[in-house]
Nanobody, 115 residues
């Protein structure tokens, strides 16, 4: 079982950068793929970045080239570096872990990008 806690949210000006972190606890963290999702008010939660247990990454087109996901298995941490932030990036960002039928979610952290 994995428990996830996000941190690093806040208010940032458009064009700025922010780094989110997700601290994980529990067994076999290194076996899980990790993802970052976001959900804006009134919208569906969307997957924006994934990093597999092997380190492969994928990004949503909306964030590709601006966001970078990374993980440190020894520290049980997954990060999301967000650059060139836009007002449309404003959302609650969620850390996610998944492996087979096992899916875990953090409680989310608010990112607000001002224009």
């Amino acid at each position: 079982q994995v428990q996830l806690v996000e941190s690093g949210g806040g208010l940032v000006q458009a064009g700025g950068s922010l780094r989110l972190s997700c601290a994980a606890s529990g067994s076999i963290f290194s076996m899980y793929s990790m993802g970052w999702y976001r959900q804006a008010p009134g919208k569906q939660r969307e997957l924006i970045a994934v990093i597999t247990s092997g380190g492969s990454t994928n990004y949503a087109d909306s964030v590709k080239g601006r966001f970078t996901i990374s993980r440190d298995n020894a520290k049980r941490t997954v990060n999301l570096q967000m650059n060139s932030l836009k007002p449309e990036d404003t959302a609650v960002y969620y850390c996610n872990a998944f492996w087979g039928r096992n899916v875990y979610w953090g409680q989310g952290t608010q990112i607000t990008v001002s224009s």
